[in-house]
């Protein structure tokens, strides 16, 4: 499970709660970017999630229900790696764009990654692998959860997000123009899960290439980092 926001007000904000279940992760601040990583049995800590000092933001929620057209089949492109390059500044939205309309993305075996992508302009990408690509230029705000934007609550599954994704989609529809990082926090605090528990909640400002980020729901405890 997970929660990307993207608000486009004064300034450009981005929010993610990352939702996990008997995974090890951490959060490593640098000055090129503060990463969310996910240690992986073969490939070690990877960089999956976060901010880069360019103002590319990425997550990655889950889709469910799994969808088998995400499997890998043939020749296409791995969101994974996608994603990956966004974070390490080798690709641009725009370029990450131009990949998926024009060629098919695949996930994993068995598991459904999609990938709620932002860059310095506020613009967003969000990819569902074997489903489609969607791009907004500079949208009021966006948000993405755990169901396919393209199937809705067409495919029921308990760890969907249609409930986060409408408190969410509540609380942002009556967002002032001055909506900042207090604001965006609210938000995550609303939508954020116990049973697959929100072990990181994130706000990137993105004009002043600002991050700010929590662990484990301990609201009080944010730490900061500014970036380049």
């Not at 969410?168 to 609210?186: N, P």
Request: net charge negative; hydrophobic share 40%.
């Amino acid at each position: 499970m997970c929660t990307s926001i993207v608000v486009n007000k004064k300034k450009t904000i981005v929010g993610w709660n990352l939702d996990l279940l008997d995974m090890d992760c951490r959060v490593r601040p640098a000055a090129e970017g503060v990463y969310i990583e996910v240690n992986d049995a073969t490939e070690g800590w990877m960089p999956l999630f976060g901010a880069n000092a360019r103002g590319d933001f990425v997550g990655m929620p889950t889709c469910w229900p799994h969808d088998p057209r995400s499997n890998p089949a043939g020749d296409g492109e791995n969101v994974i790696l996608l994603d990956i390059d966004l974070l390490l500044q080798k690709k641009t939205l725009q370029e990450v764009r131009g990949i998926a309309e024009q060629r098919s993305v695949y996930s994993v075996p068995g598991l459904t990654f999609m990938a709620a992508l932002s860059d310095a302009d506020g613009n967003v990408l969000h990819i569902v692998p074997g489903q489609g690509v969607l791009y907004y230029e500079k949208p009021p705000y966006r948000i993405l959860t755990n169901f396919s934007p393209f199937k809705q609550d067409a495919a029921v599954h308990p760890w969907m997000g249609w409930d986060r994704y409408h408190a969410a989609e509540t609380m942002l529809s009556k967002a002032a123009d001055d909506f900042d990082v207090a604001d965006c926090f609210a938000v995550l605090r609303a939508v954020a899960q116990e049973v697959c528990p929100t072990v990181v909640s994130m706000v990137f400002d993105v004009q002043e290439r600002t991050v700010y980020w929590c662990e484990k729901r301990c609201w009080d405890d944010v730490r900061t980092a500014v970036l380049g």
